[in-house]
C-alpha cells in the first residue's frame, strides 16, 4: 500500500479541543469517578482523583464539557454552590434514579479543569431554564467587577473571576432538552444567547448552539435558517458553533450489543457504523456552510463514541460498558477523521471521560485502569495544535458483509511545531498485515519513532489485568530513500513520529 504525504501544503490546523471530552453528573462519572470529596481515603487534591487526574494530564486533555448531555437541560447551578450541607439532594431523574448531593458543583468543575490544565465547556440549560439563570451563571462565573453574582462568588471562596472557554446553549434540545422544533428552539437560541454575557472582552465566550442528532439535516437547515433570518447586525458574536451527536451503536438503539462479547460480523459492522460519521460531517458541514460562507461558525462534534448494552449486573441507567481494541479502533479511524475535516471540526468530545459509555479510564473503590481508547488518545497527542498536511493512502475494501464493508487503512498525518510528521494509521482487518510504503514529498526523512497498539479484537483491561491491553515500542519500520517503510499487523493503531531533514 503506497501512502503519500506532502509537508509543504499545509491543509488547516488541528485544534487541540478535537481531542476533547466530555463529563455528565450519570452513573459513576463525576461522583466516583473524578470526584470523591476530601474527605475520601481515596488520594485527592480538593477532593479529585489524583490518580485519574494525573492519567488525564499525561494523555493532555485540551477541555472538558460538563455538566451534560440530558442532564444539562435539568440542572439548576444554585443548586450546587455555597456550603456543602446546604447544597440542595435530588433524585437524577435521568440517569438511574439515584440521589445526586450537589456537592460537586461550578466551583468544583473549575477547580477540577485548574488542576487538569483543561479548557473549560460549559453546558447550559435551556430546556428547562429561564434566560435570566443562564444569564446569571455567566455572571457568577466571569464578571470581575461589582454585581450580585460576583459577590456571590467571592462569598464562595472565589474572588477572581473564571474563565468559561466554550459555552452551549441547550442539549439535545429535539430530545431530552425540551422535545423542540427546529424553528422553536432556533428562536429561543436567539433569545438566550443575547444574555450569554462576554464580560471579558479579551476572552470571548463561544457559544454554542444545538446542532442536529446523527442525520436530521432538516433540523440543521431549520435551526441556520431562524438563526440567521432577520439578524445581520447581531450576527458577530453570536453563534460560534453548532453541534453534532453520533454514537456508533452496533445493533441499533433496540438492539445494543455487549461491548466485549462479539464475533467478526460486530467488529465490521461497528467500525462501518463509527465511520458515517465522516458522510454527516461532509453533508452537515454542506448546509452549515450555505448559512456561513466565510466559515466562521465550527462544527461541534460534543458527543460521539460507542453506545453498547450496560455491562451485566449494573445499574442500566449508569451507562457502564468495557472497552476492547475495538473501541481502540473506532476511536483511531473517527479521530482520523476529525483531523482530516479540521477545517470544520473544531472540537469534539468523546462521551464520556469516566466510567460511563467509550470511557478512557475505569474505575472501581481506589482502582483504575487506562482503556484502549485512553492509549490511543495518549499516542494521538502530538496531533494537537499541529497542521493537518496533505496525504493519500492507498486502500481497499474488506468486511464479511457487503453492507458493512470498511477500508483496510485509515490515516492522518499532521506537521508539528518543531517540523516533525505525526503519522497515525491504522489497521482495521482483523487478519491481514500490511506493508505502507511512505513517499515524503521534497523532504528527507532522517528517523523515525514509533508506538503501537495492538490485540485480540475483544481483548479488555480489567482491574486484576489492568495492563493486558497497553502500547508498545512499534520496530517494524525503517526509513528508505523516498521516506519510510513500515508493516503494520491485523487491528492495530500505530502512531509514528519522522523527523525530517532540515
Ligand atoms: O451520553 C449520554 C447521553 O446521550 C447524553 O446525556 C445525551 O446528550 C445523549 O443522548
Given at each position: 500500500m503506497k501512502l503519500y504525504m506532502n509537508p509543504n501544503r499545509i491543509v488547516g490546523h488541528i485544534n487541540p479541543e478535537i481531542y476533547g471530552h466530555f463529563s455528565e453528573h450519570l452513573g459513576r462519572c463525576i461522583y466516583e469517578g473524578l470526584f470523591v470529596g476530601k474527605d475520601s481515603p481515596i488520594p485527592n487534591t480538593n477532593g479529585m482523583r489524583n490518580d485519574v487526574v494525573e492519567a488525564l494530564k499525561d494523555m493532555k486533555i485540551p477541555v472538558l464539557r460538563w455538566p451534560g448531555g440530558c442532564f444539562a437541560d435539568e440542572y439548576h447551578w444554585r443548586d450546587g454552590i455555597g456550603p456543602k450541607e446546604d447544597r440542595k439532594k435530588l433524585i437524577n431523574t435521568h440517569w438511574g434514579g439515584v440521589v445526586e448531593d450537589n456537592s460537586f458543583g461550578s466551583d468544583e468543575f473549575m477547580e477540577l479543569c485548574r488542576q487538569l490544565g483543561c479548557k473549560t465547556y460549559i453546558n447550559g440549560n435551556l430546556g428547562s431554564g429561564t434566560v435570566q439563570e443562564m444569564s446569571e451563571w455567566i455572571e457568577y462565573l466571569t464578571y470581575d467587577g461589582v454585581s450580585p453574582m460576583a459577590e456571590l462568588r467571592a462569598k464562595n471562596g472565589h474572588k477572581e473571576p473564571y474563565s468559561v472557554d466554550y459555552f452551549a446553549v441547550g442539549n439535545e434540545n429535539w430530545g431530552c432538552g425540551g422535545n423542540m422544533t427546529p424553528e422553536y428552539y432556533g428562536n429561543l437560541y436567539r433569545r438566550y444567547q443575547t444574555y450569554v454575557r462576554n464580560y471579558n472582552p479579551e476572552k470571548p465566550i463561544y457559544k454554542i448552539a444545538c446542532g442536529p442528532n446523527v442525520d436530521d439535516y432538516e433540523w440543521m437547515r431549520e435551526v441556520l435558517h431562524t438563526t440567521h433570518r432577520h439578524a445581520p447586525d447581531f450576527?458577530?458574536?453570536?453563534?460560534?458553533g453548532i453541534s453534532l451527536h453520533y454514537y456508533t451503536i452496533p445493533g441499533g438503539w433496540e438492539n445494543k450489543q455487549s461491548a466485549t462479547v462479539f464475533d467478526e460480523k460486530g467488529w465490521y459492522e461497528t467500525l462501518n457504523r463509527a465511520l458515517f460519521i465522516e458522510t454527516l460531517i461532509k453533508r452537515h458541514g454542506e448546509i452549515l456552510r450555505q448559512y456561513d460562507e466565510s466559515g466562521k461558525i465550527g462544527f461541534i462534534v460534543d458527543e460521539w463514541g460507542t453506545w453498547f448494552a450496560c455491562e451485566p449486573l449494573t445499574n442500566p441507567g449508569f451507562l457502564y460498558q468495557q472497552n476492547t481494541m475495538r473501541d481502540a479502533l473506532v476511536a483511531g479511524i473517527s479521530l482520523n477523521i476529525f483531523n482530516k475535516h479540521c477545517n470544520l471540526v473544531k472540537m469534539a468530545n468523546i462521551a464520556q471521560l469516566v466510567n460511563v459509555l467509550q470511557s478512557v479510564i475505569l474505575t472501581e473503590g481506589e482502582k483504575m485502569l487506562l482503556t484502549p481508547t485512553y492509549h490511543v488518545f495518549h499516542m494521538y497527542q502530538k496531533h494537537q495544535d499541529s497542521d493537518l498536511i496533505d496525504s493519500y493512502l492507498d486502500t481497499k475494501e474488506i468486511g464479511l458483509e457487503e453492507k458493512f464493508m470498511v477500508p483496510n487503512l485509515s490515516e492522518s498525518v499532521s506537521i508539528d511545531k518543531d517540523g516533525k510528521l505525526q503519522l497515525t494509521l491504522n489497521n482495521l482487518s482483523l487478519d491481514e498485515s500490511y506493508q505502507v510504503d511512505g513517499m515524503i514529498s521534497e523532504k528527507k526523512a532522517v528517523a523515525v519513532n514509533g508506538t503501537i497498539l495492538t490485540n485480540e479484537m475483544d481483548a479488555y483491561n480489567t482491574f486484576s489485568q489492568p495492563d493486558k491491553v497497553k502500547t508498545q515500542r512499534f520496530e517494524a519500520v525503517k526509513l528508505t530513500e523516498k521516506g519510510i517503510t513500515l508493516t503494520i499487523p491485523p487491528c492495530s493503531v500505530v502512531h509514528l513520529e519522522i523527523e525530517l531533514e532540515q
Open positions: 450576527l458577530h458574536g453570536f453563534m460560534d
